[in-house]
């Protein structure tokens, strides 16, 4: 044999796996079918030699015939059978992937949806902080004229009027002032007008506050010179000082220290106890109200400038204010004048008093001059 055919015949062997010629012959020949074992590839090959060697055989058989022609022109020759057939091929690679088409149209958009429900209330936030207290309001419209008690004559000199033909006197006339009430005049005359005894007397806050039936008129009190409060000599604990203040009061003539009209610490004060003064600008605004404000107002607007008391942060105006001598925490004490005196075995007698006639000897009340 050739040795290019041997080296093909070997080729073949080794894809086939087939180390054995006899065997690969066979193979080849048809005469033994190929083994599960194979490949494809294998199957494949064997296949093709097999329909070659089928080729070859019928192609060797076709010469003889040709030769036998000459004598025997009648005789036909055999037909061949047909070659199986061979195994399927392997799927072909996949195409690439078409082009992306274009994206459509939007579509119309959609009805809208139907309302949803209202959302519940949240919960109320909690209150702020107090501002600071606004000006004083402007003056209210003054009144008409209403009936007085005093006229007017032409030179303006100032007399009461009768009130009727029988000329009854006016039963009482009361002044509230917020600030001061002064009277400038060369001569006052008061004509049937009596003080009630010469007591001046000063207000004075209890230590201990009194029951609302208890009454110490008349008795002697000592000022706690720590709490500025007043005692009586019972209520004196052991060595505190023993200095004799006063004698608490009914009715004084004159009393001081009563804080009539608002609280004692409306205004701002200094160490000494003067009223602080701001100053602020009083115009008209374009409503026709008077406004006090420590702003200066534009420069079209007529203002006066002037200064006015400085409220307290801590006045407020909403709570209703009752006077000291309506308060049973507070007592009026005669501090000068003379007074009855109901004096104990316990009490201090003042080293300025005088201690004049007996009123009531079973209750020791002696008459006293405080000065």
């Known amino acids: 044999m050739d040795v290019n055919v041997d080296n093909f015949v070997a080729g073949i062997g080794k894809i086939m796996g087939v180390n054995d010629p006899a065997e690969l012959s066979s193979l080849f020949s048809g005469e033994q079918p190929p083994s599960n074992d194979m490949n494809d590839v294998q199957k494949t090959i064997a296949s093709v030699c097999r329909l070659m060697s089928i080729v070859f055989k019928a192609s060797k ?92 004559d032409e030179d303006g000199n100032i007399a009461p009027k009768s009130i009727n033909s029988d000329n009854k006197l006016i039963p009482s006339i009361e002044f509230n002032c917020e600030n001061r009430f002064r009277i400038a005049s060369k001569k006052i005359e008061l004509d049937g007008i009596t003080f009630n005894g010469e007591k001046v007397g000063h207000m004075f806050e209890w230590e201990v506050e009194p029951g609302p039936d208890e009454e110490f008129f008349g008795r002697i009190v000592y000022l706690n010179n720590n709490s500025n409060k007043i005692n009586l000599i019972e ?15 009914k009715e004084p003539s004159v009393v001081y220290n009563n804080h009539t009209n608002h609280w004692k610490g409306k205004y701002l004060t200094d160490d000494y106890g003067n009223i602080l003064k701001k100053t602020v600008y009083k115009y008209i605004n374009k409503k026709g109200v008077l406004m006090m404000t420590s702003r200066r107002p534009s420069k079209n607007k007529d203002y006066e400038i002037v200064d006015v008391n400085e409220i307290n942060p801590e006045f407020r105006i909403e709570d209703k204010y009752v006077n000291r001598f309506e308060r049973n925490e507070w007592a009026p004490v005669c501090v000068s004048g003379n007074v009855c005196v109901k004096i104990t075995p316990q009490d201090e007698i003042g080293k300025n008093w005088i201690v004049s006639k007996m009123i009531n000897e079973t209750e020791n009340i002696r008459n006293v001059f405080i000065r």
């Open 235 to 249: 209520q004196i604990q052991d060595g505190e000082i023993v200095e004799p203040i006063g004698v608490v009061l």
């Open 61 to 152: 058989n076709m010469g003889k015939e040709n030769e036998g022609s000459t004598n025997h022109q009648n005789s036909s020759g055999v037909q061949g059978l047909q070659g199986p057939q061979g195994p399927q091929g392997r799927q072909g690679t996949p195409g690439r992937q078409g082009v992306q088409g274009e994206k459509g149209v939007q579509g119309e958009q959609g009805p809208p949806g139907d309302e949803g429900p209202q959302g519940v209330q949240g919960i109320q936030g909690e209150k702020g902080p107090e501002g600071p207290r606004g000006f004083p309001g402007a003056d209210g419209c003054r009144g008409n004229d209403g009936d007085s008690f005093f006229k007017m």
